[in-house]
């Protein structure tokens, strides 16, 4: 099993900036791909950044040029700089990874249990 702690919400104005955190824990074998989702209010969980273990990154059209992904694989632990937050940022922040429990076995998800983010003045 993998556990996801996320941290770093809060609530922050516009044009403020957070950073979040996530650290995977348990046994496994790799983690291959770390990253954030999000559901704000009213609307579908999306896609915001993620990251593979050779550093490739991926972001939401929303989110490019303000949030940015990294990871620490000695830590098994992703971050999510986001600056020039908006209103519309505000939402629950979910970490992923995708997880190798054994060389030979399929990849698995795991979900965080999200961190509320809310971008208010």
């Known amino acids: 099993q993998v556990q996801l702690v996320e941290s770093g919400g809060g609530l922050v104005q516009p044009g403020g900036s957070l950073r979040l955190s996530c650290a995977a824990s348990g046994s496994f074998f790799s983690i291959q791909v770390m990253g954030w989702h999000r559901q704000a209010p009213g609307k579908q969980r999306e896609l915001v950044a993620t990251?593979?273990?050779?550093?490739?990154?991926d972001y939401a059209d929303s989110v490019k040029g303000r949030f940015t992904v990294s990871r620490d694989n000695a830590k098994n632990t992703v971050y999510l700089q986001m600056n020039s937050l908006s209103t519309e940022d505000t939402a629950v922040y979910y970490c992923i990874a995708v997880v190798r429990s054994t060389p030979w076995k399929s990849p698995n998800t795991y979900w965080g249990q999200g961190t509320q983010v809310t971008v208010s003045s």
């Open positions: 990251i593979q273990t050779n550093s490739v990154t």
